[in-house]
Structures are given as C-alpha cells and as structure tokens.
Nanobody, 118 residues
Framework: VQLVESGGGLVQAGGSLRLSCAAS????????MGWFRQAPGKAREFVAR????????YYADSVKGRLTISRDNAKNTVYLQMNSLKPEDTAVYYC????????????WGQGTQVTVSS
C-alpha cells in the first residue's frame, strides 16, 4: 500500500483545513487507517484512527471535537477535517495503514505540513 497525503498549508488560528490521504492498491478497504503528527522537536503522536469499515473512530483528547476522520473506500481515500485550528496543531501530518483494527501501522505516507499562525 502506498499512501500520499495532501491538503496541508498555512492557516490562521480558528481556521479549517481538510487533509486527504490517497492509497494505492485494491485492498484499501481492508485496512484500518490512522492520522499521526509530529511537531518540531517532538515525538510523533497519534491523532485519530478509523476502522476498516468506517464504523468506529478514535481520537486523541487534544483534538476531540475539532478534528474528524472519515474514509471513502470507493475512492481509496481517508480524510482528516480540521476545524478550530490552534497554533499547537502545527506539525507534519502523516497517514498510516494497519492490517487489522488496532494493529500495527505498517505503511506510512511522506507527510504534509500544517502550520497554524496565531
């Protein structure tokens, strides 16, 4: 599975962005998908994940109520809608794929930069 993120950019605090992650391969619908982020000087952290069928989603406490993960298996794409952005959301955002719900993420994209100005 190859993953390519897009949609990052510069936005003012309180603004919105929608990240997309396009996956190659016909088995996309069988993978659980996640979003992670890494801010300068910090470790990569979990942001959100969605089960293979899209029925269940999970979020880091720091983004609950502001970020929403979704997927369109017909388009082999997973999304991260980001609202009410804060400067502390500034990071490189990565999508990842896991072979099982709750399993290890084996495939990673190259990341897309999100910068939130105050």
């Amino acid at each position: 599975v190859q993953l390519v993120e897009s949609g990052g950019g510069l936005v003012q605090a309180g603004g919105s962005l929608r990240l997309s992650c396009a996956a190659s391969g016909r088995t996309f619908s069988t993978y659980a998908m996640g979003w992670f982020r890494q801010a300068p000087g910090k470790a990569r952290e979990f942001v959100a994940r969605i089960t293979w069928g899209g029925r269940n989603t999970y979020y880091a406490d720091s983004v609950k109520g502001r970020l929403t993960i979704s997927r369109d298996n017909a388009k082999n794409t997973v999304y991260l809608q980001m609202n009410s952005l804060k400067p502390e959301d500034t990071a490189v955002y990565y999508c990842a794929a896991a072979g099982t719900d709750g399993g290890t993420y084996s495939y990673w994209g190259q990341g897309t930069q999100v910068t939130v100005s105050s």
